[in-house]
């Protein structure tokens, strides 16, 4: 029995910037303005591209730790975060994260987002007010699962005392 005959055949790239690539991403643009044109036309405007948010902490000279992260729209995203062996569980991790999601709402942004492996840091998102929104079993294929967080971000103190004020004012009324 011979294979169906198509008009059409696979191939492959060594990456994406292959003859056709552009193509690929010129049809998604289309169709992301056809179906979200709000939501393209804010995504092109300056003020919301991505910011990457790079913070270290030193010790004298020396980095001991860092977190890199970007800001878009009102989204975190953090990358990478880590501390030197002899420095780890003294609360460097914490100030980094407390100062990235600070920075970030300077920035606009209302949540976090981060992803880790199991055998990384899920604990600490966790107790650092993050949610797991999802993970993928054996992601590394040796039994490590991925994990995703997110996170609300608080709001900060004048907004909530903006929020609070106008809400008990509506309540008078």
């Not at 055949?9 to 303005?33: F, I, M, Y």
């Not at 995504?43 to 919301?48: D, N, W």
């Not at 990478?80 to 970030?104: D, F, Q, Y």
Request: overall charge negative; glycine content about 6%.
């Amino acid at each position: 029995m011979s294979a169906p005959h198509t008009a059409w055949h696979l191939t492959t790239a060594p990456d994406t910037s292959s003859p056709g690539c552009d193509l690929v991403r010129q049809w998604l643009r289309e169709h992301n303005w056809a179906v979200n044109p709000s939501f393209m036309v804010q995504l092109q405007q300056p003020e919301h591209a991505v910011r990457p948010l790079i913070i270290l902490a030193h010790s004298g000279d020396s980095v001991i730790g860092g977190l890199f992260a970007e800001t878009q729209l009102s989204w975190l995203r953090i990358s990478i975060m880590s501390v030197h062996p002899a420095h780890r569980s003294k609360g460097i991790s914490a100030a980094l994260l407390a100062e990235a999601e600070r920075l970030a709402l300077e920035r606009g942004c209302k949540h976090a987002y981060v992803d880790t492996m199991d055998y990384q840091a899920p604990q600490f998102y966790l107790a650092h007010g993050f949610e797991q929104a999802g993970h993928i079993p054996d992601w590394d294929s040796h039994g490590h699962s991925k994990m995703y967080f997110t996170k609300q971000l608080p709001l900060p103190p004048s907004a909530r005392k903006d929020c609070d004020t106008s809400h008990a004012h509506t309540a008078i009324h």
